[in-house]
């Protein structure tokens, strides 16, 4: 086994989704699969190969720190699933 | 002939003669899609009043000569690009009625030269796909056979162009989702180096692999498209501050001394024989235009699809962070807390596939994996592009199949997420290399089903592609098949 239930239901907390318990067996099973299909990558030998972030040689793509319009707070607000004034309304977030 | 079948060249010629108008044009688009759609659902949102207005505005440009290749010509767009005003999913429901407040740069470039949009493309979830299947719209149809899938991702542009529901369509290619559909949908589809064309207003997969790029009727089309889009832009960081080429000018018909390598870790005895078919007719062609064939190593393709599924799926988690139900898009009904608002809006909003790779990827990223996956996965993506470096020394283009199979089946692949990712062996390469493909027509299989061929090029090396690929369209028939629907 290259994952647990408990593992995937680590996982799932950390990227904030709410598996059901179906859910959480099906994906148990096949990221078990996925898993197991990576190692191969541990047939390489990749001692000192420099890993590659970024597919084009390029860096340090700066601006001048000028100001600029942004898309304004009605534009911003538009899609808000829940709004008051000029606000993003959410539940609670401190107790 | 219907005005629905003419590529953009045709129809520019038409429009420009003043023999028929946009408007003529776009209404004859919008009723093949009222036509076909029910068997092909290529669209998510079809937008008719605001495409007869745009082709009015294109008619009255053209008529006091101000046009260029692309004024007044229908155009769909995957549903991945934002376009200011027009609802755009994404083919999610946690952006069902996300409505953008600002245009991606590729469209905007097509909009001011007077293109015409006639609506927003289905698509596999987020990208994520290579089968148009994981679609929260329902899957598109191949037409030219509707229980086979278009591939995917960007499963409707290609399908939306064998349908000839438009004349032109932008799909978005991650690790093969431009090409493999063009390939399954007899299409050309040109996924350009990292960085040619601006990411700004596409919504993101995979940051580092993700690329806009052309789906159309011929390489010509192709050219004219990618010429339209290509370009620095200063709002896309990645974007890369080259000059544009003048594509249409390098299309040639010959390929007198053009070297072609063929990848013999491509060329694999499992291939489906309708495909190698295909390619060694393609290869015969190659040489009577003037070609010269190597055989190469790409010792490190059969480490790809392992490396793209740990690089993309690290991303995505990372980029899909933002769909928390705070600010745009699905929020879960009655959530008592943030955190609950979090995951519940996610879990509802996403589907399957979509979580799946999330998931991948947090594992992937999490502490104490981190080196032994994401890391290991980007050395060897090093070592996969130093395999195309090395090859693009002794040639200039590389031959390959698109994909191992012509288009499957609906369903048939989509219990074993593993043998679908696998099926993307081809594409994957190029997009971790950050370089170059084509996919144009290169035959039918036994059952009529179309099958592309590949040619990749050097970083920022499309004019090459362009070339052979144009020599190869126009010493073949294959580009003057359609599909019966």
């Known amino acids: 086994?290259?994952?647990?239930?408990?593992?995937?239901?680590?996982?799932?907390?950390?990227?904030?989704?709410?598996?059901t318990d179906e859910e959480k067996e099906t994906f148990?099973?096949?990221?078990?699969?996925?898993?197991?299909?990576?190692?191969?990558?541990?047939?390489?030998?990749?001692?000192?190969?420099?890993?590659?972030?970024?597919?084009?040689?390029?860096?340090?793509?700066?601006?001048?720190?000028?100001?600029?319009?942004?898309?304004?707070?009605?534009?911003?607000?538009?899609?808000?699933?829940?709004?008051?004034?000029?606000?993003?309304?959410?539940?609670?977030?401190?107790? | 002939m219907e005005l629905f079948e003419l590529t953009i060249h045709e129809l520019h010629d038409r429009l420009k003669r003043k023999e028929v108008s946009s408007v003529e044009a776009t209404r004859s688009c919008l009723d093949r899609i009222e036509a076909v759609e029910p068997q092909v659902n290529a669209f998510i949102t079809v937008t008719p009043e605001e495409a007869l207005a745009a082709a009015e505005a294109a008619d009255r440009r053209i008529a006091v000569g101000d046009m260029d290749i692309l004024t007044?010509?229908?155009?769909?767009?995957?549903?991945?690009?934002?376009?200011?005003?027009?609802?755009?999913?994404?083919?999610?429901?946690?952006?069902?009625?996300?409505?953008?407040?600002?245009?991606?740069?590729?469209?905007?470039?097509?909009?001011?030269?007077?293109?015409?949009?006639?609506?927003?493309?289905?698509?596999?979830?987020?990208?994520?796909?290579?089968?148009?299947?994981?679609?929260?719209?329902?899957?598109?149809?191949?037409?030219w056979a509707l229980d086979r899938i278009p591939g995917g991702s960007s499963g409707g542009s290609a399908a939306a162009i064998a349908a000839r529901e438009a004349t032109a369509t932008l799909g978005t290619d991650t690790g093969g989702s431009i090409r493999q559909p063009a390939s399954h949908c007899g299409c050309v589809g040109l996924?350009?180096?990292?960085?040619?064309?601006?990411?700004?207003?596409?919504?993101?997969?995979?940051?580092?692999?993700?690329?806009?790029?052309?789906v159309a009727r011929d390489v010509a089309d192709c050219a004219a498209m990618l010429g339209a889009v290509a370009g620095y832009d200063p709002k896309d960081s990645t974007s890369v501050?080259?000059?544009?080429?003048?594509?249409?000018?390098?299309?040639?018909?010959?390929?007198?001394?053009?070297?072609?390598?063929?990848?013999?870790?491509?060329?694999?005895?499992?291939?489906?024989?309708?495909?190698?078919?295909?390619?060694?007719?393609?290869?015969?062609?190659?040489?009577?235009l003037g070609a010269e064939f190597r055989e190469i190593s790409l010792p490190h393709t059969d480490y790809a699809v392992a490396s793209y599924y740990l690089i993309a799926t690290a991303e995505a988690s990372s980029n899909l962070a933002r769909y928390d139900g705070v600010r745009f898009g699905h929020r879960a009904a009655g959530a008592k807390g943030l955190q609950e608002m979090f995951a519940r809006s996610r879990d509802e909003g996403f589907g399957p596939e979509v979580k799946r790779r999330i998931m991948l990827g947090t594992y992937a990223l999490s502490s104490g994996y981190y080196d032994a996956y994401y890391l290991k996965a980007q050395r060897v993506r090093t070592l996969i592009m130093q395999d195309f470096i090395r090859a693009f020394a002794d040639v200039d283009t590389i031959l390959t199949p698109v994909a191992p199979t012509p288009a499957f089946r609906v369903g048939e692949k989509t219990s074993d997420p593993l043998q679908m990712y696998l099926s993307d062996i081809f594409t994957i390469p190029v997009n971790l290399a950050g370089t170059c493909g084509i996919s144009v027509p290169a035959g039918l299989s036994s059952e009529g089903l179309p099958i592309g061929l590949q040619l990749i090029g050097r970083p920022f090396g499309e004019e090459t592609i362009l070339r052979a690929a144009y020599a190869f369209e126009q010493a073949t028939e294959w580009h003057n098949h359609k599909a019966q629907i």
């Not at chain 1, 898993?35 to 191969?40: F, P, R, S, T």
């Not at chain 1, 420099?50 to 340090?60: K, Q, R, Y």
């Not at chain 2, 007077?114 to 979830?125: I, Y």
Request: charged share 25%; hydrophobic share 40%; with cysteine.
């Open chain 1, 1 to 19: 086994m290259k994952i647990t239930q408990a593992e995937v239901e680590h996982v799932a907390h950390l990227a904030r989704l709410e598996l």
């Open chain 1, 28 to 95: 148990t099973g096949q990221m078990d699969a996925i898993l197991a299909y990576v190692e191969k990558l541990n047939e390489l030998d990749t001692s000192g190969i420099v890993p590659t972030a970024h597919a084009v040689p390029m860096e340090n793509a700066f601006r001048d720190d000028v100001e600029t319009p942004s898309i304004g707070v009605e534009n911003a607000l538009a899609n808000a699933p829940d709004r008051v004034d000029g606000f993003f309304r959410v539940p609670k977030v401190i107790e």
């Open chain 2, 72 to 143: 007044g010509i229908p155009v769909a767009l995957k549903d991945i690009f934002l376009t200011r005003g027009v609802r755009t999913t994404c083919a999610s429901r946690i952006l069902e009625n996300f409505v953008p407040p600002y245009d991606a740069t590729s469209w905007l470039k097509l909009k001011e030269r007077g293109a015409v949009l006639v609506g927003k493309l289905n698509q596999d979830e987020f990208a994520m796909g290579s089968s148009c299947e994981s679609s929260a719209f329902g899957p598109t149809r191949n037409p």
């Open chain 2, 191 to 214: 996924k350009p180096t990292y960085g040619r064309v601006s990411r700004y207003g596409v919504i993101a997969y995979a940051s580092s692999l993700d690329q806009v790029g052309p």
């Open chain 2, 241 to 288: 501050d080259l000059p544009v080429p003048d594509y249409g000018k390098a299309l040639a018909k010959d390929l007198k001394g053009v070297k072609v390598g063929l990848p013999r870790e491509y060329f694999i005895p499992g291939l489906d024989p309708d495909v190698k078919k295909a390619l060694d007719e393609a290869v015969d062609t190659f040489r009577r």
